[in-house]
C-alpha cells in the first residue's frame, strides 16, 4: 500500500470525527432549549452508540463483499446528511433520529480499520492501527474546541460547520482515496477462496513468510525453522471449508476473547471520563475548564502513545503483550486515581490510564484482522468496534450508579475490569496448541 492512502485514510477519519465532535460542546444546551430533562438527554447520548453497535457488523461484512471504498464514501455522505438534519432539527425527537443516524455512520471506523488491515504489510499493521487511532484520538481533542469557539454562533452553525466539513471530507475521499487491494480482487470474486487454495509464496501460512512473521509478532503461534509451521487462529487446515470446524471454532473464540478485551477496557476508560468531573469537583474543586483541560491532557496522551511507541513495542514484543500490558496499565493506574489526594496525581494517574488505553485498542485492532480470513476481516473488526460501542453505552450508568454509593468504587470496579480484560488477551495465543503440525 502507498503510505499516501494510509495518510488518506487516516485524514478521512480524523475529519469525519472531526465533525461529530464539534457539535457536543453545544448540544446539551440545545437539548435544554427544547425542553431535554435527564432521561432525554441522556438518550441523545447513547443514541450514536446504540447505532454504531448495530451498524458497525452490517458495514463490516457489507465491505468484505462489496469493497471498503464504497462503504467509506457510505458512510461520509450520510455523515454530511446527518449533520444537516442535525442543524435543522427543531424538536428532540428529530434530534434523537440525527443521533442515531450519525451513529450508523460512524460505524465505518470499521470499514476503515479493514482498509488498513488489507492494504499494509503484515509487520506494519498494529503501527497504522495505532495512527489511526491516533487521528481518532486527536478529534475528540479538536473537535470539541473547534466546537467551543463556535457555540456562541449557534447550535444550527456548529452542525452546518459540521456538515461542510463532512461534504469536503466526502470529496477528498472520492478523489484520493483507492481501494484497497484485497478488497479489489475480493469484489471480483463473488465467492472467495480461503487463503489456503490460492497460489501462495508458502503453504504454512496463507500469506507466506510475511503472514507467518506476522503471527509470530502477535502472538498467534508460529515457527521461523520451516519444521513446525503454525497456523493462525481463524485459518482452516487444508481441505476444510473455512467455515468448517477447524476455522470456525479457535477462530471463533479468539474472535469472542478479543471482542471480549476491548468490551472490558472500554467500559473501564468510558466509565473514568464520565465520573472524573464529578471526582474532580468533590475532591480537588475543579471547575468545568479545569476538567475539560484534564480530558485534553489524557487524550493528547493517548495520540502521543499511538503516534510510535505502539508500533516500536508490538515489533519487539507481539500485539498480545503490548494489549496485556495496556491494560494492566489501565488497572493500576484505575486504583491509582481512587486513592489520589492531589491534583496533580489524580492528573498523572489519568494521563497513564489513557496512554495504557492506547497501547490496548490498535493492538486488539491489529489481533482481530489477523484472527481469521481475509474476506470475513470486515466483519470481524465490525464485531469489535460493536462492542466497544456496548461498552460506550453500558459503561458510563454503571459508573453512574457507582459513584452514587461511593467515590472510588467505579474506579476499583474499573480496575478489576481491565485486570479481566489483561486475562482475556492473553488467553487468545493459548486457544492454538504449540505443537500442532502442518500435514504433510
Known sequence: MRRSAQLVISATVFVDLLGFTLILPALPFYASELGAGGLWFGALMSAYSVAQLVAAPVLGRLSDR???????????????????????????????VCRLLAGACGGSISVAQAYLADAVPAERRTGAMAQLGAAIGMAFVVGPALGGLLAPLGFAACAYAAAGLAALNLAAAFAWLPESARASSATRRPHPLPDHQRAAPARDHPDGDQGRDASQRAGLGGSRDGRRPIRPLGVSRPGTAPGGPAAGGRGSRAVALLAGTGFLAMAAFVGMETTLAFLGRDRYGWDATTIGLALAAAGLAMAAVQAGLVSWLARRWGDARVAAAGAVTMAGCMVAVSVSATWWQCMVAVCLLSAGHGLLTPTVSSLLAAAGPPERRGARLGTGQSAGAAARIIGPAGAGLLFDVGTALPYLAGALSAALAAAAVLAVPALEPAGQEEEA
Open 66 to 96: 462489496y469493497g471498503r471504498r464504497p462503504l467509506v464514501l457510505l458512510a461520509l455522505a450520510g455523515s454530511a446528511v446527518s449533520m444537516t438534519l442535525t442543524g435543522l432539527a427543531t424538536s428532540l425527537a428529530g434530534l434523537l
